[in-house]
């Protein structure tokens, strides 16, 4: 289109008028722009380019509000969360805080809550009631040990219910489970090797129903290895945000006679949020955990899918030739006064 409108301009065909005096053409003419007349040509075939562009059915990554959304959360109920490191502990302090993220949080999210300490346990299954949810919080009960991994574990088996996560078999072993006669539980080693191939590992991070926020303050002690159950929700595509929380020097004076100095594992956390495509975030003080938690809600309001963006370039090619058509009618109308007098 640009060579032919190249060659429209060089075989253009001058033509002659013969007037009595200049004095008539000069105000009709007026202040002349050549760059002008190339203008509205050059806007018609940037609106082609869009359109062509729009018949290809594009996509692009847009955030949007979310539909639908289920959320689960593993909070550390260890022995360490009676830490005074953050004011007026770790634990009310995690507690006030998670209990205000849940009450900014749209009404088309639900959310499950699971605790861990030596074990995890499912404190309140996945809802939309946030009465519910924050009275779940409320009942939390501190324990010895930190078992993260079966903090994750049970997370991704409240979050994916039709996975069929043999719980038993990945927390305690399937030798566990064999010597207590099975439990009717099914360990992830007895299924056939035809089903595993049939899980295929989906995109890190394209599971955009759900995720899981993991709160810990410590290292894990007992239980299974947590990066497992991170590769695992990896290749079922879930992200699993992670958020360590206390400070270095934080410790629980006079517990039994004895001193425990309890450190967060920031390295652990960050592999977890890594591998699964998640975030980690870092809290030493209450005010810092409510501004992560307040970063979460925007974000589990918001999500970013694949979306066709044809009616994007549409619209941008009907702006371009109204532009086309309206700088025509500005710039190259005749001039009233000197049609008049043509027609005189």
Not at 164 to 172: D, H
Not at 237 to 255: C, K, L, Q, W
Request: with cysteine; glycine share 8%; proline share 6%.
């Amino acid at each position: 289109m640009v060579l032919l409108y190249v060659w429209l301009l060089r075989r253009r065909v001058k033509t002659v008028v013969a007037f009595s005096s200049l004095s008539l053409i000069k105000p009709a003419l007026g202040k002349s722009k050549p760059w002008r007349r190339h203008v509205p040509p050059f806007l018609l075939w940037l609106a082609l380019g869009c359109a062509l562009v729009g018949l290809a059915r594009p996509k692009a990554q847009v955030t949007l509000p979310a539909d639908f959304l289920t959320l689960v959360m593993a909070m550390d109920v260890s022995r360490s969360m009676l830490a005074q490191d953050v004011p007026p502990s770790r634990i009310e302090a995690a507690q006030t805080a998670a209990k205000a993220f849940l009450s900014d949080l749209p009404s088309n999210v639900r959310v499950g809550i699971v605790s861990f300490a030596g074990s995890a346990q499912l404190v309140q299954d996945v809802t939309d009631q946030k009465d519910d949810l924050i009275a779940a919080i409320d009942r939390f009960q501190l324990q010895r040990g930190t078992a993260t991994g079966s903090g994750l574990w049970l997370s991704l088996a409240t979050l994916l219910p039709e996975a069929g996560i043999a719980l038993e078999s990945v927390v305690y072993g399937q030798e566990f489970v064999l010597s207590n006669g099975g439990g009717g539980a099914k360990p992830l080693d007895s299924k056939p090797k035809t089903e595993k191939k049939e899980l295929k590992p989906m995109p890190v991070g394209s599971y955009t129903a759900g995720a899981i926020v993991l709160l810990s303050d410590g290292r894990r002690t007992t239980g299974p290895d947590p990066m497992e159950a991170a590769q695992y929700a990896a290749n079922r595509g879930v992200r699993v945000y992670t958020v360590a929380f206390g400070t270095p020097d934080g410790f629980i004076p006079g517990m039994e006679g004895y001193t425990f100095y309890t450190k967060v594992d920031e390295e652990t956390l960050q592999a977890i949020a890594k591998v699964t495509g998640g975030e980690f975030f870092k809290a030493s003080n209450a005010d810092d955990l409510k501004v992560i938690y307040q970063k979460l809600s925007s974000r589990f309001s918001m999500e970013k899918r694949e979306t066709e963006i044809t009616a994007l370039f549409v619209l941008g090619a009907v702006v371009l030739i109204a532009m086309a058509l309206l700088l025509s009618l500005i710039w190259f109308r005749q001039p009233r006064a000197f049609t008049n007098h043509m027609q005189a």
